[in-house]
């Protein structure tokens, strides 16, 4: 669950994000933090198939609350499609291929317990 929105910090209080997570999302402040347009979509599925809560203001307006607590969005272009669809791998998720693609393209890491992200060649903080 996503707790508090606003400048507190929201997305380093959840008890499911690991210490190292935590650390490359707090510890760094001069690093951008990249939010995927894809990740949108897949919050925003969880909500509705009840596998996930949020607060209502995430989803009526995602974009401002990232930007409030310093959160970059990454947007989908054609660039980052077709990379993603030429990546060597059988992951199938077509979101964690787009999420993979992006971070490839801006040479950053992504931060998630999937371990499916290891075998898209990104780096991953968990």
């Known amino acids: 669950m996503i707790g508090q929105i606003g400048p507190s910090r929201w997305?380093?209080?959840?008890?499911?994000?690991?210490?190292?997570?935590?650390?490359?999302?707090?510890?760094?402040p001069e690093r951008a933090i990249y939010v995927s347009v894809a990740s949108a979509f897949e919050i925003s599925t969880k909500v509705r198939l009840g596998t996930l809560t949020v607060p209502p203001a995430l989803l009526n307006d995602f974009a401002y609350v990232l930007e409030a607590d310093g959160f970059r969005l990454l947007e989908?272009?054609?660039?980052?499609?077709?990379r993603a669809g030429q990546l060597a791998s059988f992951h199938r998720d077509p979101f964690d291929r787009l999420i993979a693609a992006q971070a490839r393209?801006?040479?950053?890491a992504v931060v998630t317990n999937d371990s499916a992200f290891h075998e898209l060649d990104v780096e991953v903080f968990w």
Do not use: F, N, Q, V
């Not at 393209?105 to 950053?108: E, H, N, T, V």
């Open 11 to 28: 997305h380093a209080d959840s008890p499911r994000l690991s210490a190292s997570a935590r650390r490359a999302l707090l510890e760094a």
């Open 76 to 82: 989908i272009d054609t660039d980052s499609a077709i």
């Open 105 to 108: 393209m801006i040479k950053g």
